[in-house]
């Protein structure tokens, strides 16, 4: 190292040098050599690319950017966070939150080997699907259950095994899109069947599918619109209609429903969703549903329906690569178990804990976290407690909103003072996530289960935006 060169690179500390400095021993000890080595050579590389005059080449500064650039690397990329956005079930923000029950299950499931697919009865090899196959019969109603990865999976799946070379049909008003990737018509093509539409956007009739029929129709797919609704002069065949159709042409109707709840929601004080139930009683030969929408459990697909076609689609090679794995086979189980007693389900599910909250609750809190909120952001931010309405999310009752209460952050600064806060928000160590409206970042509280974490978090916010 010569010193007396001004602001040259060589005199930049070695590798070496680094992982025996005494600030940096710790940290060496902790996330190892080749993770720290690796840091120290990116934080050279960056010094060298910056380096200007008056950069720091002292080396506590050197050990220092090295110690942040390793904290960051080792920290958690997908964070637990506060969702507050008003949306329950939040696709982005990974759904349903699981219950308890769910969550022990998962675990053990993950910690020691068990009996995925091995019968104890017997002592014999069994089948994954007989962990839930009966639990989800008795709750729905249906002859036989299997499941898959999620609800896509299962439409492509039963689309594939019932319908490839062949044509499946559909009216106008359901070619629905799901968020992006998950169009009907797209996931058809690549399941192999061919696309037949019927009537039109805002109209289809019996005949239309009569008429349609012939002996190359695969099936008829009866989607749940679940994130829009045709209102208007409108007209669409209902399932109970519908399964007559197909079963005097011996085709099976299947129902996509999309978020299919197992209890009527009603009885939360929301409006009806149709249940898996009503649908496999309306005739549906199958009734596919997702497990982290109103279901509250993990990621999943359910198919439920007639025993021949369920064999055929557990027939199909596809269904290999599309199973679930035994953490969420656990997960499903427990979660469903919590539906054999309905009347505690708003205790113990948290979806529907969240959904049945009362306003006066949340009003309550809101009253509760103004002052508090007010306090660490000072004299910049307005706080007030304000009513909003919360919607399920996830393409559960569209039109749909719940009311419920929150808080208006209001900066008083303009430019870009609010997108400073919601900013100073999501970087806190557990992000806190509103929605912005209004020239204010409103946090809806119905979804505020943690309150004391919640002010915990706060601490950190002081330094960060009072500033
Ligand atoms: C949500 C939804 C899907 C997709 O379900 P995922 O579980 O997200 O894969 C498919 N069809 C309908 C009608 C839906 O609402």
Do not use: W
């Not at 797919?221 to 208007?232: A, D, F, M, P, Q």
């Not at 009347?343 to 949340?362: C, G, H, K, W, Y």
């Not at 919360?390 to 600064?413: C, E, H, N, R, V």
């Amino acid at each position: 190292m010569d010193d007396a060169a001004p602001s040259s690179l060589r005199r930049l500390p070695s590798v070496d040098r680094l992982l025996r400095h005494p600030d940096l021993v710790a940290a060496v000890q902790q996330h190892g050599r080749s993770e720290a080595t690796l840091a120290i050579r990116e934080t050279l590389a960056e010094l060298r690319e910056t380096l200007k005059p008056g950069t720091s080449t002292e080396e506590t500064d050197i050990a220092a950017s090295v110690l942040s650039r390793l904290d960051a690397r080792a920290d958690t990329c997908m964070k637990p966070l506060f969702n507050l956005t008003g949306t329950v079930l939040h696709t982005n923000l990974g759904r349903a939150i699981l219950a308890e029950e769910a969550v022990e299950a998962a675990t053990a499931a993950m910690r020691h080997a068990v009996s995925l697919e091995f019968d104890l009865d017997g002592g014999k090899r069994g089948e994954r699907d007989d962990h839930i196959r009966a639990l989800v019969c008795e709750l729905t109603g249906a002859e036989d259950a299997t499941l898959v990865n999620n609800n896509a999976a299962a439409v492509l799946l039963v689309l594939n095994t019932l319908s490839q070379g062949r044509e499946a049909i559909v009216s106008r008003g359901e070619l629905i899109e799901i968020g992006g990737a998950f169009r009907m018509p797209e996931i058809m093509a690549r399941a192999g069947a061919h696309l037949r539409e019927v009537g039109t956007t805002n109209r289809t009739h019996p005949r239309d599918y009569a008429n349609a029929l012939q002996p190359a129709t695969g099936l008829i797919l009866k989607v749940h619109t679940s994130n829009y609704r045709i209102e208007g002069f409108t007209a669409e065949v209902g399932a109970r209609d519908l399964a007559k159709i197909a079963r005097q042409h011996n085709v099976p109707l299947v129902n996509d429903l999309g978020s299919g709840t197992l209890v009527d929601l009603s009885r939360f004080g929301l409006s009806k969703e149709p249940t898996v139930r009503e649908a496999v009683e309306e005739g549906a030969d199958l009734v596919t549903f997702s497990g982290d929408k109103l279901l509250g459990g993990p990621q999943a697909g359910f198919i439920v329906g007639r025993k021949d076609l369920i064999g055929a689609i557990n027939r199909n090679p596809m269904k290999r690569a599309l199973r679930v794995d035994k953490m969420r086979l656990a997960a499903c189980e427990a979660t469903l178990k919590l539906y054999r007693d309905p009347d505690r389900l708003a205790e113990r599910l948290p979806t529907m804990r969240l959904l049945a909250r009362s306003v006066e609750d949340i009003r309550q809190q809101a009253v509760r976290l103004a002052p508090v909120l007010a306090e660490v952001l000072g004299d910049t931010v307005a706080v007030e407690t304000v009513p909003c309405r919360s919607q399920i999310g996830s393409g559960a009752l569209p039109l749909d909103t719940i009311g419920s209460f929150g808080l208006a952050l209001k900066p008083k600064g303009g430019g870009r003072a609010l997108e400073e806060l919601s900013t100073a928000f999501r970087h806190l160590p557990r992000p806190v996530i509103g929605r912005v409206a209004e020239g204010a970042l409103i946090f809806d509280l119905r979804c505020l289960d943690h309150e004391s974490l919640f002010h915990e978090n706060l601490s950190s916010l002081r330094s960060g935006v009072a500033s």
